[in-house]
């Protein structure tokens, strides 16, 4: 666990990307307490830039100041991460639409290499790592077209369904489904089919919401609300959790 910052640079957004990264992992549980005091102590820092920290991720949405009384990391929002994922799905089907017609061979070789890495990660039971490895199959396939902007806003996006991935792994969303999935995306690009990787895309970022209810039900500390919007209840088929796998 990340403890030591880089003291020549800005100390507030360095504590920002450690904070946020430890919150999409569930190191800070969702609904849990943050201490001013005991963070500054441990990252060895004044409570100064502590405080722009948890300001700037309040305004993120990622913790809620009490005035007087603390601060706690937000729960997750069922809802919230429906939207995301609605986000998610409408840039990166057409990232892999458009990636099919520029993707290099060695581009593809590369999401190749991510993808054994993740067959040896799910072997291993390592799901922390498989995450990590999910993330970067997505951001690889994003930099084909070099489009920082889209780039950024399916980072945001991402961030609401972390949280769930990592608590839907291993029983909800088993990581072979994942993996086929992803085998099934490259596949498409490698062989220049947009249609097809644009709807092996969909397919996949659909999968957390076969897991949500399930998930929320088995955690409800961590949630602060249940139940699908109407937009995300459409694209669940009744028997698709019997089916899967």
Same mark, same amino acid.
């Given at each position: 666990?990340?403890?030591?910052? %880089?003291?020549?640079?800005?100390?507030?957004?360095?504590?920002?990307?450690?904070?946020?990264?430890?919150?999409?992992?569930?190191?800070?549980?969702?609904?849990?307490?943050?201490?001013?005091?005991?963070?500054?102590?441990?990252?060895?820092?004044?409570?100064?830039?502590?405080? %722009?920290?948890?300001?700037?991720?309040? %305004?993120?949405?990622?913790? %809620?100041?009490?005035?007087?009384?603390?601060?706690?990391?937000?729960?997750?929002?069922?809802?919230?991460?429906?939207?995301?994922?609605?986000?998610?799905?409408?840039?990166?089907?057409?990232?892999?639409?458009?990636?099919?017609?520029?993707?290099?061979?060695?581009?593809?070789?590369?999401?190749?290499?991510?993808?054994?890495?993740?067959?040896?990660?799910?072997?291993?039971?390592?799901?922390?790592?498989?995450?990590?490895?999910?993330?970067?199959?997505?951001?690889?396939?994003?930099?084909?077209?070099?489009?920082?902007?889209?780039?950024?806003?399916?980072?945001?996006?991402?961030?609401?369904?972390?949280?769930?991935?990592?608590?839907?792994?291993?029983?909800?969303?088993?990581?072979?489904?994942?993996?086929?999935?992803?085998?099934?995306?490259?596949?498409?690009?490698?062989?220049?089919?947009?249609?097809?990787?644009?709807?092996?895309?969909?397919?996949?970022?659909?999968?957390?919401?076969?897991?949500?209810?399930?998930?929320?039900?088995?955690?409800?500390?961590?949630?602060?609300?249940?139940?699908?919007?109407?937009?995300?209840?459409?694209?669940?088929?009744?028997?698709?959790?019997?089916?899967?796998?």
């Amino acid at each position: 666990m990340q403890t030591a910052l %880089e003291p020549t640079k800005p100390l507030a957004p360095q504590l920002i990307a450690v904070l946020k990264r430890r919150i999409a992992a569930i190191e800070l549980a969702p609904g849990s307490a943050l201490s001013e005091k005991d963070i500054a102590a441990q990252f060895r820092v004044s409570r100064q830039p502590v405080r %722009e920290a948890f300001i700037k991720l309040s %305004e993120a949405g990622l913790v %809620e100041i009490r005035p007087s009384r603390g601060t706690w990391v937000m729960k997750i929002s069922v809802r919230e991460v429906c939207n995301a994922r609605f986000v998610r799905e409408a840039i990166e089907s057409d990232l892999a639409r458009h990636a099919a017609a520029l993707a290099t061979p060695q581009k593809v070789e590369a999401l190749t290499d991510l993808i054994d890495r993740q067959r040896k990660a799910a072997e291993a039971s390592d799901f922390a790592g498989f995450n990590a490895l999910d993330e970067t199959f997505h951001r690889t396939l994003t930099d084909t077209l070099s489009n920082d902007f889209a780039l950024r806003i399916v980072e945001t996006a991402r961030f609401q369904t972390d949280r769930v991935r990592l608590l839907s792994l291993p029983n909800a969303t088993p990581m072979k489904v994942l993996i086929d999935q992803h085998q099934a995306i490259l596949d498409c690009i490698a062989r220049g089919d947009g249609e097809g990787a644009a709807e092996a895309m969909r397919r996949h970022l659909r999968e957390i919401l076969l897991a949500l209810p399930s998930i929320a039900q088995a955690h409800p500390e961590y949630f602060s609300d249940s139940e699908l919007p109407d937009h995300a209840k459409s694209l669940v088929p009744h028997d698709a959790a019997e089916n899967r796998g």
